[in-house]
T-cell receptor, first 115, second 115 residues
Framework: DTGVSQDPRHKITKRGQNVTFRCDPISEHNRLYWYRQTLGQGPEFLTYFQNEAQLEKSRLLSDRFSAERPKGSFSTLEIQRTEQGDSAMYLC?????????????FGSGTRLTVV | DQQVKQNSPSLSVQEGRISILNCDYTNSMFDYFLWYKKYPAEGPTFLISISSIKDKNEDGRFTVFLNKSAKHLSLHIVPSQPGDSAVYFCAATTPYGGATNKLIFGTGTLLAVQP
């Protein structure tokens, strides 16, 4: 698998409900990132995993958010008691794997709409 | 605190002409810079990058220029094509000393290439 897969692509939920997103990163990459993009903004860092360890969390990641990466493979991002302000595109990324390229390959994202 | 700034929200260019997208940064610790392209409902796609030890990097129609003293970089697209119409994000990171290597993005510039 040469790409980053995210599921679902779109999610509409009522305020107060819980939602969970999944990311399958590029195979054999031990680093994984979650970002959030809202309208008119660039992607904003949420959290970072190295293997199964969550090594950094942004202050954007409130207590209602939890991310996991069991066994260092796929990752999930859960939002509890969703609010309208959570409406955004949630992006997962892996390092490109190219030598001397410190960028990421992003998935297609999950578009969350909280109504 | 916006560490990476793209002050032009939009840019319109005629097909065949040059597109110049600008980006400024404030954190002098950044030493690797990237440009991403994003179409609606998709994740950002890596375009081109530059290390702080260089002042220019070229890849086909795309050239990135870095002026470290001014903390400024620009992306030149020549000749511009209608398929280049997208949002372009500038990003910066510190890959050589930091553990996370998170990317810090600007707010983006919407490029419209007119046929």
């Amino acid at each position: 698998d040469t790409g980053v897969s995210q599921d679902p692509r779109h999610k509409i939920t009522k305020r107060g409900q819980n939602v969970t997103f999944r990311c399958d990163p590029i195979s054999e990459h031990n680093r994984l990132y979650w970002y959030r993009q809202t309208l008119g903004q660039g992607p904003e860092f949420l959290t970072y995993f190295q293997n199964e360890a969550q090594l950094e969390k942004s202050r954007l990641l409130s207590d209602r958010f939890s991310a996991e990466r069991p066994k260092g493979s796929f990752s999930t991002l859960e939002i509890q008691r969703t609010e309208q302000g959570d409406s955004a595109m949630y992006l997962c990324a892996s390092p490109t794997g190219d030598r001397d390229n410190y960028g990421y390959t992003f998935g297609s994202g999950t578009r969350l709409t909280v109504v | 605190d916006q560490q990476v700034k793209q002050n032009s929200p939009s840019l319109s260019v005629q097909e065949g002409r040059i597109s110049i997208l600008n980006c400024d940064y404030t954190n002098s610790m950044f030493d690797y810079f990237l440009w991403y392209k994003k179409y609606p409902a998709e994740g950002p796609t890596f375009l081109i990058s530059i290390s702080s030890i260089k002042d220019k990097n070229e890849d086909g129609r795309f050239t990135v220029f870095l002026n470290k003293s001014a903390k400024h970089l620009s992306l030149h697209i020549v000749p511009s094509q209608p398929g280049d119409s997208a949002v372009y994000f500038c990003a910066a990171t510190t890959p050589y000393g930091g553990a996370t290597n998170k990317l810090i993005f600007g707010t983006g510039t919407l490029l419209a290439v007119q046929p």
